[in-house]
């Protein structure tokens, strides 16, 4: 079973880039008109970036008592990003992996569900900080528009709903049932004239809210070791924001700062507010016209929009592919 399972979801990577043959295409002959060596410095700091991941869910898995090195963590991140992309469903197929690499390796499920859920809360309020920035240089340049103040918006309740759930968590296991079943009675609803199947199943959610409250328990007695995280954090996101920047170097697209941030905000503003996995097919056209409003011509927008979008998700996705397959033949 676990080999059929391997192998579909390699089936599915497979007619994901098979489908995706048109971008890859255009992608091709983008990075011909760069700097080779410029964009290979852009890969460089993506792997630096992926490392930078790997450190942050190492700290936090320590704080919730759980020791795993550097390297293996940093492969099973990449393996998750791979498989939320090309079997998407709301996070599942990702933590399936998660929770299958801690069953070979003795983990506890219930700390290894929470300490992932503390690296999303970091990341998303790490995100959140960057983006609210970017919007003020929209603004403050006359190109804000409603769609990024909505798409903000649901950020950042989604980033509080997380939080109010790991707060619950630590209160009370009855009201953290209660809350978990009502979202996912409420994804099911809004998404059944679209899907026949429940998005989430109500039983899955009440065993998912009994783990974290079991994972929150081992921080009770935590005081210390928050920084750590939030620096990582940072500094994660500040790899991504230099990347555009190197990006625009390697084709000699004259920009400043304050573009450079603005555009990487609404870049990722639509990678997590998006119906597609990892915004494929939307944060293409989003960047490219947010970069044209910030003065940016056209021809250049989109040259490092694609520029950027190969560097920052299809080579981690091929990273991710090699990582999960390595994982399972381990």
């Not at 990347?243 to 609404?266: C, D, N, Q, R």
Request: aromatic share 10%.
């Amino acid at each position: 079973m676990k080999k059929f399972i391997v192998a579909l979801i390699i089936l599915l990577a497979i007619i994901f880039l098979i489908t995706s043959f048109s971008e890859l295409r255009q992608i091709g002959l983008v990075l011909q008109k760069g700097n080779i060596l410029v964009i290979g410095m852009a890969v460089l700091i993506e792997i630096g970036w992926i490392l930078v991941l790997g450190r942050s869910f190492q700290t936090l898995f320590r704080i919730v008592g759980i020791h795993k090195e550097l390297l293996p963590l940093a492969r099973l991140v990449a393996a998750v990003n791979f498989v939320n992309i090309v079997a998407p469903s709301a996070g599942v197929s990702g933590m399936a992996v998660i929770y299958s690499d801690a069953l070979k390796n003795g983990h506890s499920s219930a700390r290894v569900t929470v300490g992932s859920l503390l690296f999303l809360l970091f990341d998303y309020f790490g995100l959140l900080t960057i983006i609210f920035v970017g919007l003020i240089i929209l603004f403050l340049r006359n190109t804000l528009n409603a769609a990024d103040v909505i798409a903000f918006a649901l950020f950042l309740i989604l980033a509080l709903t997380l939080g109010g759930m790991l707060y619950l968590a630590s209160r009370s296991q009855s009201r953290l049932i209660q809350a978990v079943t009502f979202i996912a009675r409420t994804v099911n609803k809004i998404a059944r004239p679209f899907r026949k199947h429940e998005v989430l199943g109500e039983e899955n959610a009440r065993i998912f809210a009994c783990e974290i409250v079991e994972g929150v328990q081992a921080l009770h007695h935590v005081r210390r070791g928050w920084l750590r995280p939030l620096l990582l954090t940072l500094l994660n996101k500040l790899l991504l924001v230099s990347i555009l920047g190197v990006i625009f170097l390697a084709f000699k697209v004259p920009t400043t700062v304050a573009v450079v941030v603005a555009g990487f905000s609404i870049a990722y503003l639509f990678v997590i507010i998006s119906p597609t996995p990892a915004g494929v097919g939307i944060v293409e056209g989003v960047m490219t016209l947010a970069l044209k409003s910030l003065g940016i011509p056209l021809e250049a927008a989109m040259v490092v929009t694609l520029a950027y979008r190969s560097v920052t998700f299809w080579f981690p996705l091929l990273l991710g592919m090699i990582s999960f397959r390595s994982l399972h033949q381990a």
